[in-house]
């Protein structure tokens, strides 16, 4: 089920919304304004946490002993490799 939301757009917004229907992008200018709310939210999503992975980092900065470890790691994983 969805529900109608009253919006107003300029005429480029909807010579946008028009070129990207009409691209194959959706099928209507909901469909487009529909993945474009879609695709806003995860990169939304994506950009927290990068922010929240560069915190970390920034609060626990990597030291020579993580170095060891996952130079260990990928050591132990390239000698599992069947080649």
């Known amino acids: 089920m969805t529900t109608p939301v009253p919006t107003r757009f300029s005429e480029e917004e909807l010579a946008i919304i028009d070129d990207l229907v009409e691209q194959g992008v959706g099928d209507s200018r909901s469909a487009v304004i529909r993945q474009g709310v879609h695709h806003l939210a995860d990169l939304v999503r994506r950009a927290q946490v990068g922010a929240d ?11 020579a002993e ?18």
């Open 53 to 63: 992975i560069a915190a970390s980092y920034r609060e626990r900065p990597q030291n």
């Open 66 to 83: 993580d170095d060891d470890l996952a130079m260990a790691n990928a050591i132990a994983m390239t000698e599992a490799e069947p080649w």
